[in-house]
């Protein structure tokens, strides 16, 4: 499986991210509040670094590497992006995402991430998805609770951010718990 494909929700697509939607990432995750509530994005975000970021995540979901969604509403356009890093010889997955500000708290984040559990469980056939957030990013573990992810357990001063420690809250779901139901 080469190619990432396009996926449909009832408000979304999640497409693969092309060099052209370089512009629109960088205006959204150049929000210092953008960056700071995850565990990658640089602030300040450097010019063009979305071109090359793009470039890295364009060669679809091959089992064992990374693969990237643009989330795209149809009338707001880019909104957020959604990826899943898969261990192929463990069966599992590590899924991040971020939205822009001024679309937090539309449910877009939990929208995606329906989607790809299903696309992770059914299409790849993995046994594991999870993801992590930083204590002080409660929004984001709501959306891990709202996909029914369990509460596995925290990681205290796990990594620096900004001269910061930061403790990461640690959730994941097994292909046993998972319904497609459920996460809608």
């Not at 990432?25 to 210092?32: A, F, G, R, T």
């Not at 001024?102 to 329906?114: D, L, M, R």
């Not at 930083?134 to 369990?150: E, F, H, I, W, Y």
């Not at 930061?166 to 718990?177: N, R, T, V």
């Amino acid at each position: 499986m080469n190619e990432l494909p396009s996926i449909r929700t009832a408000r979304l697509q999640l497409r693969p991210l092309t060099v052209a939607d370089a512009p629109r990432v960088e205006e959204l995750v150049s929000d210092p509040e953008v960056a700071l509530t995850t565990a990658t994005i640089p602030h300040p975000y450097p010019e063009g670094a979305a071109v090359d970021w793009i470039e890295r995540h364009s060669q679809g979901p091959d089992f064992g590497g990374e693969a990237v969604w643009a989330i795209i509403h149809p009338q707001l356009g880019l909104v957020g992006a959604m990826g899943l890093r898969v261990d192929s010889q463990q069966s599992r997955a590590e899924m991040g995402y971020w939205i822009g500000k001024p679309y937090w708290g539309q449910g877009f984040a939990t929208e995606a991430g329906a989607a790809l559990l299903r696309y992770g469980f059914e299409t790849l056939g993995l046994n594991r998805i999870f993801a992590h957030h930083m204590r002080r990013n409660p929004a984001s573990g709501r959306v891990m609770q709202k996909l029914r992810m369990r509460y596995e357990g925290s990681l205290r001063q796990h990594f620096r951010r900004n001269e910061r420690f930061e403790d990461l809250e640690c959730y994941g779901i097994l292909k046993e718990e998972y319904s497609p139901e459920a996460a809608k």
